[in-house]
């Protein structure tokens, strides 16, 4: 079967740090664009940021700078590395994948990131 | 950046209702445009992919058009489980912008 699966959000403090996982199974990350998807609770979805199936890289405004996207094609996994996190940063994120040109098709279930003192 | 403007951000309808969810985009983004259902407490599910490609598994019911900067989603006859928000979403190239949103409900 076709999936991916987000771990490893938590609460972490302001100014803290977290690092998401997507493990893909029934397929290899590395054929398609994997991308992060947030959704703050009751509001809508934002993108976040994506890797290529080349290894390029893309990230929002509001993540540059502090997010850093990687991947692990031995364990057919993606990573979201989150550094300087803000109370703005407080969401489900959903990692997905899409081919070039095509829709977003395959999501994770969502992993919830809430920055709070 | 390209931004993506949908209307209304609400609306409600009977079963049986023709509805139809506008989205637009700030520039062109030729066919580079899919729609999704996120249904409460669910994860978004991928309906349509460029403007018009129904997915495998979704209903005839729902149909997409429009290229360039206009784009809309029709749901023919509206049911009881098509109570959801809707999402469109630019692809051509990064950032992947969403549209706010439009909540169906059923009257």
């Known amino acids: 079967e076709v999936q991916l699966v987000d771990s490893g959000g938590g609460l972490v403090q302001p100014g803290g740090s977290l690092r998401l996982s997507c493990a893909g199974s029934g397929f290899s990350i590395s054929t398609y664009d994997i991308h992060w998807v947030r959704q703050p609770t009751g509001k809508g979805l934002e993108w976040v940021s994506g890797m290529g199936s080349g290894g390029d890289t893309h990230y929002a405004d509001s993540v540059k700078g502090r997010f850093t996207i990687s991947r692990d094609t031995a364990r057919n996994s993606l990573f979201l590395q989150m550094n300087s996190l803000t109370g703005g940063d407080t969401a489900v994120y959903y990692c997905?994948?899409?081919?070039?040109?095509?829709?977003?098709?395959?999501w994770g279930q969502g992993t919830t990131v809430t920055v709070s003192s | 950046d390209i931004q993506m403007t949908q209307s209304p951000s609400s609306l409600s309808a009977s079963i049986g209702d023709r509805v139809t969810i506008t989205c637009r985009a700030s520039r062109d983004i030729y066919i580079y445009l899919a729609w999704y259902q996120q249904k409460p407490g669910g994860v978004p599910n991928l309906l349509i992919d460029h403007a018009s490609t129904l997915q495998s598994g979704v209903p005839s019911r729902f149909s997409g058009s429009g290229s360039g900067t206009d784009f809309t989603l029709t749901i023919s006859s509206l049911q009881t489980e098509d109570a959801a928000i809707y999402y469109c979403q630019k692809y051509d190239n990064s950032p992947l912008t969403f549209g706010g949103g439009t909540k169906v409900e059923i009257k």
């Open positions: 997905t994948r899409k081919r070039p040109e095509y829709g977003m098709d395959v």
